[in-house]
């Protein structure tokens, strides 16, 4: 596969780096190192500058207004985007925008109406509840919230747990169990408001990550109006699924571009500092380990590149997405790792940003479908068969 | 389960209690002599000495300081956050010292007991 830029993807990457460097990496010296907002002043000069560039709303389609980019020069993009402190859970701080939930696109008019264009216009906000205490990896079978038809209307009862964003949200995307004999295929999507009687966010999960968290909810026979079945009756695993791939990919450019800082850290600390009278880049225990850095990077990198190539062709990429998840997240925290070793002390303190992203990227061995998941996925599609 | 309140007890606010205070990162309140919450805060990775020097500089900002109590927590920002959403539960309006939010949206979450 190619993967040679060409000179508008050049001029972009370039234009990146430089306001990642330029904007937002001098602005870190002032935000706690835990951070993961900007000042509202300076997330407005920036959200500003992005829409300049034409570069704000990457992930949107463009016939709801988002730019038009391809998802193998997005893929780039995140490489750089990801190059700061805050990076990996929060690019930029999210000044390119975001795209919304992306089951939203498949919405009926009205529920478009109702709450996709609020969420473009940045008015709600939205979670995607999928997992539950009973389980995440395999939600087809695991989930036990259900949804019974009242009327024009469903109730809903059940509980889910590991969701982000639930607390501070307008509404969710929940999904739930309507025929318990059909397994994935009697799960729907619901659009649930988050005002609707019975509902609540029940605790909050702290994790490694200090600025984000979790929440556990309930559902309590909360009555949901027909018209808020997102798709068809039964066919939610589906939506569920295909966002599930999808995600993938830019979920494994954010670690790759944490882990090209890092690594470019290690080399210029391994070139400054002096040990036994010589640097510690003419050791060889240093030179192998930043040699190793560079084979999970490049291994990650072109893994993703072609995975996001796939999506762009058209072609089936669950496989490539899979692969890409599990090869970058297990080698970007291996090169976070060696660099915070070749750092020595300074790697563990918050002066620098090694060790938020040695917490931030074991979350990403769990998080979009834990790594074993990923060899589950790669499994049935090289061998054949089911997950029984 | 609920969100979870900062139970600690109060300690008087004197140079004496800032003093043996450790130098950690974690969660506090600032409160007047009746107990009311006058702020709630955290020590980040910037504070100089963690939570002594968190808990001076934010009481320096009230007057009527009295009291403070704290948690020792890594995850400092999540427990902040719930222990915003928790009192706004509690209260139906955030203490003085937080009222100013911008547009940050505080969390919705079920206080305890209830």
Redesign the interface.
């Known amino acids: 596969m190619d993967f040679e830029l060409t000179a508008e993807q050049r001029l972009i990457l370039e234009t990146v780096r430089r306001f990642v460097h330029e904007e937002i990496v001098p602005l870190e010296a002032d935000?706690?190192?835990?951070?993961?907002?900007l000042p509202?002043h300076h997330r407005e000069r920036l959200v500003a500058m992005t829409k300049e560039l034409g570069f704000y709303g990457l992930d949107i389609p463009e016939e709801y207004g988002g730019p038009g980019i391809d998802l193998v020069t997005r893929t780039l993009m995140a490489f750089e985007m990801a190059q700061h402190r805050a990076g990996l859970y929060a690019p930029c701080y999210g000044v390119f925008g975001g795209a919304g939930l992306a089951q939203l696109y498949e919405a009926d008019d009205d529920q478009k109406e109702r709450y996709l264009h609020p969420v473009l216009r940045g008015e709600k906000?939205g979670f995607f509840a999928l997992t539950e205490p009973s389980g995440g990896s395999d939600p087809a079978r695991a989930i036990r919230t259900t949804a019974v038809r009242d009327g024009d209307d469903w109730i809903v009862d059940g509980e889910k747990t590991f969701i982000s964003g639930a607390?501070?949200a307008d509404f969710g995307i929940v999904f739930a169990r309507t025929d318990p004999e059909l397994g994935r295929k009697g799960i729907t999507c619901f659009l649930v408001d988050?005002d609707m009687p019975g509902f609540?966010?029940?605790?909050?999960i702290?994790?490694l990550?200090?600025?984000?968290?979790a929440?556990?909810l309930?559902f309590n026979r909360v009555r949901v109006p027909g018209r808020n079945v997102l798709g068809e009756v039964n066919q939610g695993f589906a939506i569920a699924n295909d966002r599930l791939s999808r995600n993938r990919i830019p979920y494994a450019a954010g670690c790759i571009g944490v882990a090209l800082k890092a690594q470019e850290m290690a080399i210029a600390y391994a070139k400054a500092r002096k040990t036994f009278g010589d640097y510690l880049s003419t050791r060889q225990a240093v030179q192998w380990m930043i040699v190793d850095n560079e084979i999970d990077l490049r291994t990650g990198r072109a893994l993703t590149l072609e995975a996001a190539a796939r999506a762009d062709a058209g072609k089936p990429f669950r496989t490539e997405a899979a692969i890409c998840k599990l090869v970058a997240s297990e080698g970007a925290s291996r090169v976070v790792d060696r660099s915070m070793q070749i750092h020595g002390g300074y790697g563990m303190t918050?002066d620098l940003p090694l060790e938020r992203w040695y917490r931030e990227l074991r979350i990403r061995r769990v998080g979009e479908g834990p790594n074993e998941i990923q060899r589950l996925i790669v499994a049935r599609d090289v061998i054949g068969g089911s997950f029984h | 389960?609920?969100?979870?309140r900062l139970g600690k007890p109060w300690r008087d606010l004197d140079d004496a209690g800032i003093a043996a205070l450790p130098g950690q990162l974690g969660v506090f309140q600032i409160g007047d002599a009746e107990g009311v919450v006058l702020e709630l805060g955290f020590a980040?990775?910037?504070s100089r000495f963690g939570l002594r020097s968190a808990i001076a500089e934010t009481a320096a900002k009230h007057e009527r300081a009295a009291r403070f109590r704290y948690e020792v927590?890594?995850?400092?920002?999540?427990?902040f956050?719930?222990l915003l959403?928790v009192y706004l539960a509690d209260h139906g309006e955030l203490p003085v010292g937080n009222a100013d939010r911008?547009?940050?949206?505080?969390?919705?979450?079920?206080a305890p007991g209830r």
Do not use: C, F, N
């Open positions: 935000l706690d190192p835990d951070a993961s907002e509202p906000r607390d501070k988050t609540r966010v029940r605790r909050i702290h994790t990550r200090s600025t984000h968290y929440a556990e309930e918050k | 389960m609920t969100g979870v980040g990775g910037r927590t890594m995850q400092y920002w999540s427990r956050e719930e959403a911008g547009d940050r949206r505080i969390g919705r979450i079920a």
